[in-house]
């Protein structure tokens, strides 16, 4: 059985968990300004950041990162941004609807709820021992905790799910083009 992995779990939940519910998933994208594992567009235009932990340290180290934080503010005193110190924590990503943390069912305990960096995001669990699997389905996918909804989180525009998804395009013609370079690499040996 494989190990684990950033790769293994996302695209086990793009194409089982979103696959038809949701107009595209990104993964390893920066377009929120801060970077997410897979970043799913929903079919209504909000955003959806989900991290991908393969273990209880990674999901621990979580909270320090800057998208958990609100390090500047805007003082109209002196019409400019401001360092805020300390910083304030944030319900959710920037930009983000619904934030998740997905992971291998065999490390969650309910006692890392308190390691979260906001108690609004979501947990999803993944268990490759499961059955029944949905058909197809290469292991069972579940929500263990939903995600709150980030009320403040607008729609983003059409010109921005636009250019996501070239994003999405490009990416796709580089894997193809990997896997291309990799065949080719084995056929020389």
């Not at 805020?84 to 944030?90: G, I, T, V, Y």
């Not at 305990?109 to 979501?122: A, R, V």
């Amino acid at each position: 059985m494989k190990p684990w992995s950033e790769a293994l779990i996302a695209g086990a939940i793009a194409r089982q968990t979103f696959k038809s519910r949701y107009l595209m998933a990104v993964p390893n994208c920066i377009w929120t300004g801060h970077e997410c594992d897979l970043l799913v567009v929903t079919d209504d235009l909000r955003l959806i950041d989900v991290e991908v932990k393969i273990s209880r340290a990674d999901l621990k180290a979580d909270a320090k990162k800057t998208k958990w934080w609100e390090t500047y503010f805007f003082d109209p005193s002196i019409g400019r941004h401001t360092r805020r110190d300390p910083p304030l924590p944030r319900s959710h990503p920037p930009k983000v609807w619904k934030h998740y943390y997905a992971m291998p069912k065999e490390i969650w305990s309910k006692d890392l709820e308190s390691c979260l960096p906001s108690p609004t995001s979501g947990v999803i669990l993944l268990d490759r021992d499961s059955y029944p699997r949905p058909p197809g389905a290469s292991m069972n996918v579940g929500v263990a905790r939903r995600a709150t909804p980030n009320r403040d989180a607008q729609p983003i525009t059409a010109q921005a799910a636009v250019d996501i998804a070239r994003l999405a395009s490009l990416r796709m013609w580089d894997a193809l083009k990997a896997l291309e370079a990799a065949r080719e690499e084995k056929e020389t040996l």
